[in-house]
């Protein structure tokens, strides 16, 4: 039984990423319902690894800087969210749930929708939070 990974970018529309063996799921939604995608999952007591970008760990914010802290503000309290909610979901049910909080990668999210298609093959309409989740996944092999 394979690893069902995935990935999640906390925002006001938090960007979810799905890989479970051949099948992907791109997308983003509010934080409730990407809380219960994830509980959902959880549920079926499957082998699960996520991902999730955590903006407390960023350090530049480039032009504008000012104005991107403090939108970062409410994007660090929502991070803060999803380690306490992916916390209780381990201790709290019978899935071999593992996650982890990564650092953002300068230079590695906010990529073009057709860059995305190329890298991902995924063809589907996606949003920048959507591109960002996934590629907190694609590739990704656990150690």
Same mark, same amino acid.
């Given at each position: 039984?394979?690893?069902?990974?995935?990935?999640?970018?906390?925002?006001?529309?938090?960007?979810?990423? *799905?890989?479970?063996? $051949?099948?992907?799921?791109?997308? @983003?939604?509010?934080?409730?319902?990407?809380?219960?995608?994830?509980?959902?999952? *959880? #549920?079926?007591?499957? !082998?699960?690894?996520?991902?999730?970008?955590?903006?407390?760990?960023?350090?530049? /914010?480039?032009?504008? *800087? $000012? *104005?991107?802290?403090?939108?970062?503000? @409410?994007? $660090?309290?929502?991070?803060?969210?999803?380690?306490? /909610?992916?916390? #209780?979901?381990?201790?709290?049910?019978? @899935?071999?749930?593992?996650?982890?909080?990564?650092? !953002?990668?300068?230079?590695?999210?906010?990529?073009?929708?057709?860059? /995305?298609?190329?890298?991902?093959?995924?063809?589907?309409?996606? @949003?920048?939070?959507?591109?960002?989740?996934?590629?907190?996944?694609?590739? /990704?092999?656990?150690?």
């Amino acid at each position: 039984m394979s690893t069902i990974l995935i990935g999640i970018d906390p925002g006001v529309k938090t960007g979810v990423g *799905a890989i479970d063996g $051949k099948n992907k799921v791109v997308g @983003s939604m509010p934080i409730h319902q990407a809380m219960q995608f994830v509980s959902d999952i *959880a #549920d079926k007591n499957l !082998p699960i690894h996520i991902r999730v970008e955590d903006a407390r760990l960023r350090k530049w /914010f480039g032009n504008n *800087a $000012k *104005a991107k802290q403090q939108g970062a503000g @409410s994007v $660090k309290r929502d991070c803060k969210i999803w380690e306490d /909610f992916l916390s #209780d979901i381990k201790a709290t049910t019978n @899935s071999d749930i593992s996650f982890e909080m990564v650092h !953002p990668v300068k230079g590695g999210t906010k990529i073009n929708a057709k860059m /995305f298609q190329q890298i991902t093959g995924i063809q589907k309409r996606t @949003s920048e939070h959507a591109r960002d989740a996934y590629m907190l996944i694609h590739n /990704f092999r656990r150690r």
